[in-house]
């Protein structure tokens, strides 16, 4: 069974910095790319940031590109996201996932797992 549970995620001030991380099991980590999505309350699901199977390949959403950053460490089946400059409107749940595929994608459907997300609060 695979699982993968997201931690790191908090209340913080605006200007903050934070990590989250997702540790994966029940699958090869390293052979898959991954990637953050993450969720507001009334808002669809958007793209954060994704990152190939070995970590030389990654991509970001235009409204948090230059402020966080993916990767990865395959010899602990984990994936992070650091997180700086956070502002209010990064205030959602952040949710890690999984692809069968090897470079990153922006669409969620290429990702067919999923964790149960870690909320992320900025308060202004």
């Known amino acids: 069974q695979v699982r993968l549970v997201e931690s790191g995620g908090g209340l913080v001030q605006a200007g903050d910095s934070l990590r989250l991380s997702c540790l994966v099991s029940g699958r090869t980590f390293s052979n898959y790319a991954m990637a953050w999505f993450r969720q507001a309350p009334g808002k669809e699901r958007e793209f954060v940031a994704a990152i190939s199977w070995s970590g030389s390949n990654t991509d970001y959403g235009s409204s948090v590109k230059g402020r966080f950053t993916i990767s990865r460490d395959n010899a602990k089946d984990t994936l992070y996201l650091q997180m700086k400059a956070l502002k209010a409107e990064d205030t959602a749940v952040y949710y890690c996932?999984?692809?069968?595929?090897?470079?990153?994608?922006?669409?969620?459907?290429?990702?067919?797992?999923w964790g149960q997300g870690t909320q992320v609060t900025v308060s202004s």
């Open positions: 996932a999984g692809s069968d595929g090897l470079f990153p994608h922006s669409d969620y459907a290429q990702y067919g797992y």
